[in-house]
C-alpha cells in the first residue's frame, strides 16, 4: 500500500523535475487507468443503465397488467361456464325426470356426430400431411435438379475449348443427318 501512495506523492521526488517522464510502477498506473476508467463508465452509464432498468420496469409492469386483465377475464368466463354447467345440470335433471331414454338417444347421437366430426379432422389432417410431404418432396427434388444442372452446365462450361466445341456441334450434326436418312 505504501508503494501506491508513494506513487501519487512522489512528484517532487522524480529526478528530472520540470520534464515529461513515465512512470514505470505498473501497478500504480494500472489502478489510476482502472480508476478512471471506473469513473466514467459510472458517470456515463449511470443515465443508460438507469433508463434501461426503468424501461424494463415498466414493461414489467405493462405485463403484471396484462396478466391482471387476462386472469379477470378467465374467472368471468369460468364463472360463465359454471353458470351454463348448472343449467345443462338442472336441464339434465328435468330430462332425467322426463325420460331416459330420450337423453341417452341424444348422448348417443351426440357422441356419434363428434366422433364422425373427429374423424372427418383426423382425414383432413392426414390429407394435409401427405400434400405437405409431397410438396417438400417436390421441392426438394427439384432444388436438386437445378443444382445438378448447374452443375452440369459448370462443368461443361468449364471443359469445353473452342476446338472441342466445334467437334461436339459437327458430330451432332452428323448424328442428325444420319436420322434425317433414316427416317426417308
Same mark, same amino acid.
Given at each position: !500500500?505504501?508503494?501506491?501512495? #508513494?506513487? %501519487?506523492?512522489? %512528484?517532487?521526488?522524480?529526478?528530472?523535475?520540470?520534464? %515529461?517522464?513515465?512512470?514505470? #510502477?505498473?501497478?500504480?498506473?494500472?489502478?489510476?487507468?482502472?480508476?478512471?476508467?471506473?469513473?466514467?463508465l459510472i458517470f456515463f452509464g449511470k443515465g443508460v443503465l438507469?433508463?434501461?432498468?426503468?424501461?424494463?420496469? $415498466?414493461?414489467?409492469?405493462?405485463?403484471?397488467?396484462?396478466?391482471?386483465?387476462?386472469?379477470?377475464?378467465?374467472?368471468?368466463?369460468? *364463472?360463465?361456464?359454471?353458470?351454463?354447467?348448472?343449467?345443462?345440470?338442472?336441464?339434465? #335433471?328435468?330430462?332425467?325426470?322426463?325420460?331416459?331414454? *330420450?337423453?341417452s338417444l341424444e348422448k348417443r347421437n351426440f357422441l356419434n356426430s363428434a366422433y364422425d366430426t373427429l374423424e372427418?379432422? *383426423?382425414?383432413?389432417?392426414?390429407?394435409?400431411?401427405?400434400?405437405?410431404?409431397?410438396?417438400?418432396?417436390? $421441392?426438394?427434388?427439384?432444388?436438386?435438379? $437445378?443444382?445438378?444442372?448447374?452443375?452440369?452446365?459448370?462443368?461443361?462450361?468449364?471443359?469445353?475449348?473452342?476446338?472441342?466445341?466445334?467437334?461436339?456441334?459437327?458430330?451432332?450434326?452428323?448424328?442428325?443427318?444420319? !436420322?434425317?436418312?433414316?427416317? #426417308?
Amino acid at each position: !500500500m505504501k508503494n501506491v501512495t #508513494d506513487s %501519487f506523492v512522489s %512528484f517532487g521526488h522524480w529526478p528530472s523535475a520540470g520534464s %515529461f517522464g513515465f512512470n514505470t #510502477d505498473i501497478l500504480a498506473t494500472n489502478l489510476i487507468n482502472l480508476s478512471v476508467v471506473l469513473g466514467v463508465l459510472i458517470f456515463f452509464g449511470k443515465g443508460v443503465l438507469s433508463d434501461l432498468l426503468d424501461n424494463r420496469k $415498466q414493461r414489467i409492469l405493462n405485463t403484471i397488467r396484462n396478466s391482471e386483465e387476462l386472469r379477470e377475464g378467465a374467472i368471468e368466463q369460468l *364463472e360463465k361456464a359454471r353458470a351454463r354447467l348448472r343449467k345443462v345440470e338442472m336441464e339434465a #335433471d328435468q330430462f332425467l325426470a322426463n325420460g331416459y331414454y *330420450e337423453i341417452s338417444l341424444e348422448k348417443r347421437n351426440f357422441l356419434n356426430s363428434a366422433y364422425d366430426t373427429l374423424e372427418q379432422l *383426423e382425414n383432413y389432417k392426414n390429407e394435409t400431411i401427405h400434400f405437405e410431404q409431397q410438396r417438400a418432396i417436390n $421441392q426438394v427434388r427439384q432444388q436438386v435438379f $437445378q443444382q445438378a444442372l448447374q452443375g452440369a452446365l459448370g462443368t461443361l462450361s468449364s471443359c469445353l475449348n473452342n476446338e472441342l466445341h466445334l467437334r461436339t456441334i459437327s458430330a451432332n450434326i452428323g448424328i442428325l443427318g444420319a !436420322m434425317k436418312e433414316i427416317t #426417308d
